[in-house]
């Protein structure tokens, strides 16, 4: 297994809390050709996991748990799990943050749906979805938009994105903090990919 023997995947699932003792065979690959990716993705996830100056350790964590969650990763959610419990956040905070990926997941669906065909039914038509966790969030109602909206980058729904980039502004976050909470998801999103 090259995993154990490269030191920059080595670092890089530490970095995540992972073991290098798994099977990740896209990361050997890279490892045995010695690919220069493999230095750039460590840089890129420690910078978005550590190196944020518009989001802490436990809300880049978290964001990186929703985004592992989405792409149904699990050694990946269990080891965000608990690194984000070290930086102190709790158990309804996680279960939110799992709750509104899957409720995300499910509206970008539905209004990516409603996007692509364009008829005036289905843009009229109320989608019945209930969201009561919307309403009053244990993360804060600026930081569950931000979720939901990075939730949403990485589905690729557009009336999803435009809405909650909207509302986690008018809920007075900075276009700064919004990026680097892109920036996050996309890495994450890039690394699961050789996970």
């Not at 154990?4 to 699932?13: D, Y």
Request: hydrophobic share 40%; with cysteine; glycine share 6%.
């Amino acid at each position: 297994m090259i995993t154990t023997q490269n030191e920059t995947v080595t670092s890089l699932l530490n970095l995540v809390g992972l073991s290098a003792e798994g099977e990740y065979p896209r990361l050997d690959a890279l490892a045995q050709a010695e690919h220069r990716y493999l230095r750039d993705l460590k840089i890129n996830v420690g910078n978005v996991l550590n190196s944020s100056q518009n989001l802490t350790k436990k809300e880049a964590l978290l964001l990186a748990l929703s985004v592992a969650t989405n792409e149904k990763h699990q050694p990946l959610v269990d080891s965000l799990t608990t690194a984000a419990k070290q930086e102190g956040a709790s158990d309804a905070e996680v279960a939110e943050t799992i709750a509104c990926t899957s409720l995300l997941s499910t509206n970008n669906v539905c209004y990516r749906f409603r996007h692509f065909v364009g008829k005036e039914y289905y843009q009229q038509t109320q989608p019945g979805i209930r969201m009561s966790i919307m309403m009053n969030p244990v993360l804060g109602k600026e930081f569950f938009e931000l979720m939901s909206l990075a939730v949403s980058a990485v589905n690729g729904c557009e009336l999803c994105v435009r809405s909650h980039e909207e509302s986690v502004l008018k809920h007075g976050a900075s276009e700064a903090r919004v990026f680097d909470a892109i920036r996050l998801a996309s890495v994450i999103k890039g690394f699961i990919t050789l996970l």
